[in-house]
Nanobody, 122 residues
Framework: QVQLVESGGGLVQPGGSLRLSCAAS????????MGWFRQAPGKQRELVAT???????NSADSVKGRFTISRDNAKNTVYLQMNDLKSEDTAVYYC????????????????WGQGTQVTVSS
């Protein structure tokens, strides 16, 4: 069983910074793509940023230049450095990972963290 545990969320003023972490644990052979999604009240969940195992990144236009995704494969951990935060960044942020559970797996499956609240407010 795989668990993704997030940390780093909280309350921050506009223009401030937060660093989110998400560590995967359990029966894991290899983690392929990882990413961050967010969902604001009354809105659909949207992609924030993704990163491949080799480090290729993709970010939503709304966060480019402000957010940076990174990962540490040895720790099965993905990070999201959020700078110059704006009120519209307020949302629950979810960690996602595409994981092969065993050496014998013919496919890899999506797993999700529980979500961590990020609130940007004065």
């Amino acid at each position: 069983q795989v668990q993704l545990v997030e940390s780093g969320g909280g309350l921050v003023q506009p223009g401030g910074s937060l660093r989110l972490s998400c560590a995967a644990s359990g029966t894991i052979f290899m983690i392929f793509g990882m990413g961050w999604f967010r969902q604001a009240p009354g809105k659909q969940r949207e992609l924030v940023a993704t990163i491949t195992r080799s480090g290729i990144t993709n970010s939503a236009d709304s966060v480019k230049g402000r957010f940076t995704i990174s990962r540490d494969n040895a720790k099965n951990t993905v990070y999201l450095q959020m700078n110059d935060l704006k009120s519209e960044d307020t949302a629950v942020y979810y960690c996602n990972a595409d994981i092969a559970l065993t050496y014998y797996s013919g496919s890899h499956d999506d797993f999700w963290g529980q979500g961590t609240q990020v609130t940007v407010s004065s």
